[in-house]
């Protein structure tokens, strides 16, 4: 079962703690890149380097929800203008964020399929 990306997830605690903490202003950012706003999506990748553990998972589950919102071209061009060490980072984000999803799918399936 897919989830529904009718609506952003704008991050929660880890990551709203350190954009707070920086004076950046995330859910309106994310709502703005949800929105298709290259701007805003630019300022969303370059905010990858400020977070890591937790805020790190929360911000890569935000950009994967980005992503499959806008499309992954339309985001990818954006990526692809940005400077090389943001498109590594936001590559690793995708990349754990969509194997944490895997595995959150996998253990909900394994959970409805015992009972």
Known sequence: ????????????????????????????????????????LRKLLSFSHETDGEAGLDHGTVLLDVREKIGASRFDAVLKSMPLTTQKEVEGLLRTATGMRKFSRAVLEQGQNSQ
């Open 1 to 40: 079962m897919s989830r529904p990306t009718s609506a952003p997830r704008p991050g929660s605690g880890a990551v709203l703690t350190i954009a707070g903490e920086k004076g950046f202003h995330y859910r309106q950012t994310v709502n703005d890149a949800f929105s298709g706003n290259q701007d805003a």
